[in-house]
């Protein structure tokens, strides 16, 4: 799967590409070990310059690493400037990540601004114009203060406010709600307010996020605040939160507005609605003192109300504004009192029972006797409704024993057998402390008892439930449900001092013109003279008339390289300089070179070669034949003349000619299904003339008829993707009993799939189809034994096959052979006798493929290991091996 993920990473194609991305969390889950590869993965998906990748690449790196910050920091300024582009799930997942990024790496751009915040309404008075000019000088400090990388965050995140989907204007809201500076927070409210107009599941987490920020930020919604009034065709949980905001938005100049508002809610047929619209209503009278007493007496006319459920939230509403003043309302409490026979909702009578207890010293001759109907139907009561008789007759014993005392005793009994045994304890508890057992009558508890029951109570504070949703991240899960969530991750707090900014700061490639673009690479090396081109890679006018002339005539020279004849001598000996120059760079590649080569691939949506891992050592002059090769090529060859350079380390490394001619030959076509033409074909083991990445394949075409066969030729190619043919010369005429050979060029794409196509002869066509081992689809390689024990050290775990053969130490030459014979390889010398090692590298992708033999001595099994990156190769390669030592 891990290899998959690598050569799905290095693909051309930017969807394959990003369903690499995909996998990667998918492998993580089954195997965490892997973390340190998939690490690598992820650094060279977020390079990534396609906006289809970026995304999915984010998100990865999100599942996977989130703690690896270090990978964001190069990639931070080109993930800000493709927010725009980025499709929309991409967008939020980035958009979050660069939140957490932020709340990290820069500075709280709103410390020390709170105090000046506070002290605003002490300006007010202020001219208009003083006014302005304060606060234009206090957002130009606040951006001096900000970093480069933190505005470029703010401002292309800015025009996604305007975007279609919900998710990614959310995303910008908790950006700016988190990390901006606090006068800027307010451009997010008019998005917010259009995503009202949306479904109904959009508007519920709209206005949840709206209402956590409406408890800090009223001037945010205000001019917008009839928005948020209630449409009959809204649910009950969207009239909720609706009545959630106007009440946070509620000052002193809207609370008329809102307060009518409310006043025409209570007559709607929703009667969960309806008790929240008088519950915001108490609230506001708590909050706004200046309408308490206009709210009060509002809620004293709906006690009147033919609605008990009006009723009962109007006595709860209004025993809490009591709480908070009492002074002038005995009237009402009277009012109340007399409630208690028509009203039938517990929490209604047990608040009525609480506001008589607690104020019994106003209605002395009230209170006894709603104690004496309680008694009469205390068995019928609820548990809540108890509890408050309870209280209500301990209260009334305490301030007037004479006339309740056998009342308050009649209520204990009876609670002291009810089925609830929090109402047995309540009684237990207050009758020990009422009516002490004899011998403890001087108990502290008791002689305090009063002070206990009826000392003074706090009023209770009505704050919105919204309002400790700030712990958690804006727009998240955990916030919506006021809760943390699994998986949840607390935002990081700002660093007090900013990190180092110069961490992202990536120095753009630097473009080389050497000095003498058709200097050998042998003597290039020597030199040490460097003309540097800081030019683009999109720049049309980037290589020198010069190299232009070159170009030209490298490109005349390609087109023309099947034909024998040059017409002018000096292109000649450019070409042949050239070629010199591309062998030079085969045999030591260049870092730097790869470097520029990538970029480009990036820019043109290309693809990076799986070899790109793997190590190569390069001398300065090198970059000159970078510069010589990038300029003289397109696009496509700069990709194949990329992949077609070794994965060595070392310049040691170089291509080597094959030791072993395979002469055996494989039948394609007999002479029976040819009419007389048969065609049998043989792996030469030599490069092809057409593409380095060509396997040749030999043909032989026998004429058994007695007739001439005219026009022998490829036809039509039947191949997979990814591989190509190159065709051979055509045969005009092939006479009776004769027998005339063919060379093909076959790209199998480092595959074992056969290339199929139909060779047409004398206007018939014949279906033909070669199927290479995997043993003929590898290039020999000569290196060196500490090249080949630094690169099989790279090429561990599951880029490691091993099996065992029958070999000793004395067959040594034989296993020599049998490999040769099987596998297109060269033996590395080395100083063991013990240890045959055989490198080389697969013909296509340049994937090296090195096999070790480890003999044993006569009469025990010896162990082959295979090591290559492709583990299909490997395994192949490995059973081959293994038949072909069976028949030694």
Not at 203 to 220: C, E, G, H
Not at 649 to 664: D, E, H, L, T
């Amino acid at each position: 799967m891990m290899l998959s993920i690598k050569d799905a990473v290095a693909d051309m194609s930017p969807y394959v590409r990003k369903t690499a991305a995909h996998a990667i969390p998918k492998l993580y889950n089954l195997d965490q070990d892997q973390k340190e590869e998939l690490i690598q993965v992820i650094d060279k998906l977020l390079s990534d310059k396609t906006t289809l990748v970026v995304g999915s690449a984010v998100m990865a790196f999100e599942e996977v690493c989130p703690e690896r910050i270090d990978l964001i920091h190069k990639n931070y300024r080109k993930l800000c400037n493709l927010l725009v582009d980025v499709e929309e799930w991409g967008q939020v997942i980035i958009i979050n990540m660069l939140t957490r990024y932020a709340r990290t790496q820069f500075v709280d751009p709103n410390a020390g601004v709170e105090v000046e915040d506070k002290e605003q309404p002490f300006y007010e008075e202020e001219e208009e114009e003083e006014e302005e000019e304060g606060e234009g000088e206090d957002t130009q400090r606040r951006h001096k203060l900000m970093d480069h990388d933190h505005r470029l965050l703010l401002r292309n995140a800015r025009p996604l406010l305007q975007s279609r989907n919900a998710a990614v204007v959310l995303s910008v809201a908790q950006l700016y709600q988190h990390v901006a500076p606090r006068m800027e927070v307010c451009v997010v409210a008019r998005a917010l307010v259009r995503l009202l107009r949306s479904h109904r599941e959009v508007q519920a987490v709209v206005l949840t996020n709206i209402a956590s920020m409406s408890t800090r930020r009223k001037d945010m919604f205000e001019p917008y605040l009839k928005s948020f009034f209630v449409r009959s065709s809204d649910p009950t949980h969207i009239k909720s939160l609706k009545l959630e905001v106007l009440t946070n938005l509620a000052t002193d100049t809207n609370i008329a507005v809102i307060l009518r508002e409310f006043q025409t809610y209570i007559g709607s047929s929703d009667k969960e609605f309806v008790a929240a619209a008088i519950q915001a209503i108490g609230r506001c009278a708590s909050n706004i003192r200046e309408v308490t007493d206009t709210c009060l007496s509002g809620l004293v006319s709906l006690l009147s109300n033919r609605d008990e459920s009006v009723v009962g939230e109007s006595v709860v509403v209004i025993r809490k504004l009591l709480q908070s003043e009492t002074v002038g309302h005995k009237d009402i409490i009277r009012h109340m009192a007399r409630l208690v026979d028509k009203i039938k909702i517990p929490m209604a009578r047990a608040s009525i029972l609480w506001l008589l207890g607690e104020y019994c010293d106003k209605v002395p001759k009230i209170a006894p006797d709603v104690l004496r109907k309680m008694a009469k139907t205390f068995t019928a009561e609820d548990d809540i409704v108890k509890l408050q008789i309870l209280t209500l007759a301990t209260k009334l014993y305490l301030t007037n024993p004479k006339q309740t005392r056998l009342l308050c005793q009649y209520v204990y009994n009876l609670a002291k057998y009810d089925t609830n045994y929090d109402i047995r304890d309540r009684a237990r508890l207050t009758r020990a402390l009422v009516f002490p057992p004899q011998g403890h009558e001087d108990n502290k508890l008791a002689r305090h008892a009063k002070k206990i029951f009826l000392a003074t109570k706090p009023p209770p504070i009505q704050q919105s439930s919204f309002k400790d949703r700030d712990q958690f991240q804006l727009s998240t899960l955990s916030h919506l449900i006021n809760a943390r969530a699994a998986g949840y991750q607390d935002l990081p707090d700002f660093p007090p001092e900013a990190p180092d900014p110069s961490v992202r700061c990536v120095e753009v490639p630097v473009i080389v013109a050497p000095e003498h673009h058709h200097r050998p690479a042998y003597q290039s090396r020597g030199s040490k003279q460097k003309s540097h081109k800081p030019t683009s890679f999109y720049s049309d006018d980037e290589s020198s008339p010069g190299d232009e002339s070159d170009e030209s005539d490298s490109d005349s020279s390609d087109s023309d390289s099947d034909s024998s004849d040059e017409d002018d001598e000096s292109e000649s000996e450019e070409e042949e300089e050239e070629e010199e120059e591309v062998k030079g760079k085969k045999k030591g590649g260049s870092s730097h070179r790869k470097k520029i080569t990538m970029k480009h691939e990036s820019q043109s949506s290309g693809t990076n070669d799986s070899d790109s891992d793997s190590d190569s050592s390069s001398d300065s002059s090198s970059d000159d034949d970078s510069e010589s090769e990038s300029s003289s090529t397109s696009e496509g060859e700069v990709v194949k003349k990329k992949k077609a350079s070794l994965p060595s380390p070392g310049a040691s490394i170089q291509p080597a000619s094959a030791k072993y001619i395979p002469v055996a030959t494989q039948e394609l076509l007999n002479r029976i299904s040819g009419s007389g033409l048969a065609v049998a074909c043989r792996f030469t083991r030599s490069p092809h003339l057409y593409s380095p990445r060509m396997t040749s394949v030999e043909l032989s075409f026998t004429n058994s008829g007695a007739d001439e066969i005219r026009d022998i030729s490829v036809a039509t190619k039947k191949l997979a993707p990814g591989m190509a043919l190159h065709e051979f010369a055509g045969i005009a005429v092939l006479a009776p009993n004769a027998t005339l050979c063919g060379t093909l060029g076959i790209d199998f794409n480092d595959t074992t799939q056969p290339a199929a196509f139909d060779l047409a002869s004398g206007g018939r066509s014949f279906g033909l189809s070669i199927t290479a081992p995997v043993g003929e689809l590898l290039m020999p390689l000569a290196m060196s034994e500490a090249d080949f024990n630094l690169n099989q050290s790279k090429l561990r775990g599951m880029n490691e096959l091993s099996g065992s053969v029958l070999a000793s130490q004395d067959a040594a030459s034989a296993v020599v052979d049998k490999i040769y014979e099987t596998a297109n390889l060269l033996q590395v010398q080395t100083s063991s006798t013990t240890t045959l090692k055989f490198g080389g590298q697969t013909a296509s992708g340049k994937t090296l493929v090195l096999v070790s033999v480890l003999l044993s001595e006569s009469g025990q099994e010896s162990c082959v290991t295979v090591n290559c990156e492709k583990m299909v190769i490997s395994s192949m390669l490995l059973k081959d091996i293994q038949a072909s030592m069976k028949k030694m």
